[in-house]
């Protein structure tokens, strides 16, 4: 794995991967700047509860074990809300997700929504407030 800044590094990279192998597929990502969000559902295959959306305080990139969310998020507008509730409800219907799911996206300044990963459990902030609440009985 390599990050890229320019046309001349991806080509030296690409004649270096293909010349070890070329029959392995070769993965390219783009980093996204914007503001990580996330969206835990439980669904029965068909309706989908969306409990909360957790605003992420630091930028895109930082992993989610390592950051701090707010919830209900404090910054995004009724649009972008619209689009994550949508996106979310299409997704779980359309894996057929009975049960929980975690959604992480990226929203960029432009109020672009992307989909990061898409999880067939709860976030770690869901499972630790269920374990906490277990232990209490």
Excluded at 98 to 105: A, C, E, K, P, T
Aim: glycine share 6%; hydrophobic share 40%.
């Amino acid at each position: 794995m390599e990050i890229i800044d320019n046309d001349a590094e991806i080509e030296r990279y690409m004649k270096e991967a293909l010349k070890e192998n070329g029959e392995n597929p070769i993965l390219i990502d783009r980093y996204l700047t914007g503001k990580e969000v996330e969206v835990d559902a439980i669904s029965d295959g068909q309706n989908v509860y969306i409990p909360g959306i957790m605003e992420h305080i630091e930028r895109a990139g930082v992993h989610s074990g390592d950051s701090m969310a707010v919830y209900p998020p404090q910054t995004l507008s009724k649009e972008v809300m619209d689009k994550l509730i949508d996106y979310t409800t299409r997704i779980a219907r359309g894996l057929t997700i009975v049960g929980l799911l975690n959604i992480q996206f990226v929203v960029t300044k432009e109020e672009d929504v992307y989909v990061l990963e898409v999880n067939p459990r709860s976030s770690r902030t869901v499972q630790s407030i269920i374990y906490l609440k277990l232990r209490s009985l």
